[in-house]
């Protein structure tokens, strides 16, 4: 399957957090977040493993006790069910994350 991102939509576009799924199949989904300086992703979990990946901008995010600053081009693994946050250090910051399982409840 292709995904022309022009076609995607925005799942999420609000208080200074826009999220686009940007594909998904099988076990995977792929998304997009952009975020303005200071926008959170507050603490959560989830039954999801996470890869992550900067393309832009920078994050300070904590995963379980550990956290620390990342910069474009550095990632990140989420387990599954583990508590994590993060929040955008710069404007116009993205963050590119992977799931597996799909994220059913971002399809919603």
Do not use: W
Not at 17 to 40: C, D, I, P, Y
Not at 44 to 66: M, T
């Amino acid at each position: 399957m292709f995904y022309r991102r022009e076609e995607q939509k925005p799942r999420i576009d609000k208080d200074g957090f826009r999220q686009t799924v940007l594909a998904r199949g099988g076990n995977m989904m792929l998304t997009e977040g952009e975020f303005r300086k200071g926008g959170l992703a507050p603490i959560h979990n989830h039954p999801h493993e996470q890869i992550a990946y900067v393309s832009r901008g920078s994050f300070r995010f904590r995963i379980g006790e550990e956290e620390m600053e990342i910069h474009e081009g550095d990632s990140l693994f989420v387990p599954a069910n583990v508590e994590h946050d993060c929040e955008a250090l710069e404007d116009g910051s993205v963050i590119i994350d992977i799931f597996s399982p799909q994220r059913n409840d971002f399809l919603k």
